[in-house]
């Protein structure tokens, strides 16, 4: 875990574009990404890279854009597509090539801080298992 001094050198105006694009012209996306493919990593202050931030907002488009021109995978933007109840985007996630950390995606649909109804857990489940993980 990097340090929030870290972070914050880290942290570039790269996010920001990129993210700036995919919400308001994903037409020009390729080409930042093919002039910068360093934009793929860029954090914010929380430490999510744009895909993770999309994924979190249930952006599906946005992700599955991203993903195509090699944007990382973070661990935690499943478990937090899950806690937010996004099944579509867990479901994306998923097809993308996402490993999830089974205790931890476990352990967050039963939380109920989070609020997931039965239906919801339902097919989060059937998504998981279609990929071969019991939660």
């Not at 914050?8 to 012209?25: G, M, T």
């Not at 867990?90 to 490993?99: D, N, P, R």
Request: charged residues 25%.
């Amino acid at each position: 875990m990097r340090r929030h001094d870290e972070v914050d050198s880290y942290k570039s105006h790269d996010f920001d574009i990129l993210l700036d694009a995919v919400l308001n012209e994903p037409y020009k996306v390729k080409d930042i990404v093919t002039a910068n493919r360093e934009c793929l990593r860029a954090v914010n202050y929380s430490g999510e890279n744009v895909l993770h931030w999309l994924a979190v907002e249930n952006h599906t488009e946005g992700v599955a854009q991203l993903r195509s021109l090699g944007s990382p995978l973070p661990e935690f933007a499943l478990v937090h597509a899950l806690e937010a109840g996004h099944t579509e985007m867990v479901i994306l996630l998923l097809q993308l090539g996402a490993e999830p950390n089974i205790e931890i995606c476990k352990r967050s649909m039963n939380n109920s801080l989070w609020g997931l109804n039965k239906k919801t857990k339902r097919l989060m489940r059937s998504y998981f298992s279609q990929y071969g993980h019991e939660i």
